[in-house]
């Protein structure tokens, strides 16, 4: 068996179009829980977009709404806007740079943000900080979405969940699976609340906060 190890942009290949294998296999289930997250209108923010599969799926599956990708790595924003033009997709606007834990964020407002594989593989700070710029950006009721690997207290972790958490943090001790009710708790910390757990193929969650 492969050992489990973390995607990144950086290890994805040299090509302006760069390819996350998990997203063709996790894709399709995300959307099915959109369909009853996100709003009927406006603008959606994609952080942590990574090579931008996801965001040209999501425009499609959702043309009513306005796409927002964004990325903190050049490579990324690179793969975003290739995979951007060739979908042809009229509803997504071009990426820009988004470091979650820095103040300045270039987007002003969202009707909702998505945010899919970044909790695990970065620092809790990143976390921390989106929340906060999630209260200032988002209108009342509006969803915050994650998605990825999380632990609960009361839930058994599978063991392919903890040896990637191994993984992680044998590569950085910043990384790893974070407990639900520590997302809970930052999230009331920002005034959103959870209104949704649904448990995803391989062992992922969906999440679903929002803002009071």
Request: include cysteine.
């Amino acid at each position: 068996m492969t050992e489990p190890r973390p995607w990144l942009i950086d290890e994805a290949g040299s090509e302006a179009r760069r390819h996350a294998p998990a997203t063709l296999r996790n894709r399709d289930a995300i959307a099915q829980v959109l369909l009853s997250v996100l709003p009927a209108s406006g603008t959606v923010l994609e952080i942590a977009s990574g090579s931008g599969e996801h965001v040209v799926h999501f425009a499609k599956a959702f043309p009513h709404l306005q796409w927002q990708p964004s990325d903190c790595e050049g490579a990324a924003l690179r793969s975003i806007a290739a995979w951007t033009a060739e979908s042809g997709g009229t509803n997504i606007l071009p990426p820009v740079p988004i470091d979650v834990e820095q103040d300045d964020w270039p987007v002003r407002h969202a009707d909702a943000i998505l945010c899919i594989n970044m909790v695990h593989i970065s620092p809790w700070s990143a976390t921390l900080a989106l929340f906060r710029h999630a209260a200032a950006l988002l209108p009342s009721g509006a969803p915050l979405y994650l998605y990825g690997p999380f632990v609960r207290h009361d839930v058994m972790t599978a063991e392919s969940n903890l040896a990637f958490d191994a993984s992680l943090k044998a590569r950085n001790p910043a990384w790893g699976l974070r407990d639900v009710a520590d997302v809970d708790a930052v999230a009331a910390d920002q005034g959103f609340a959870r209104t949704d757990l649904i448990e995803m193929p391989a062992n992922n969650l969906s999440l679903v906060y929002r803002r009071a």
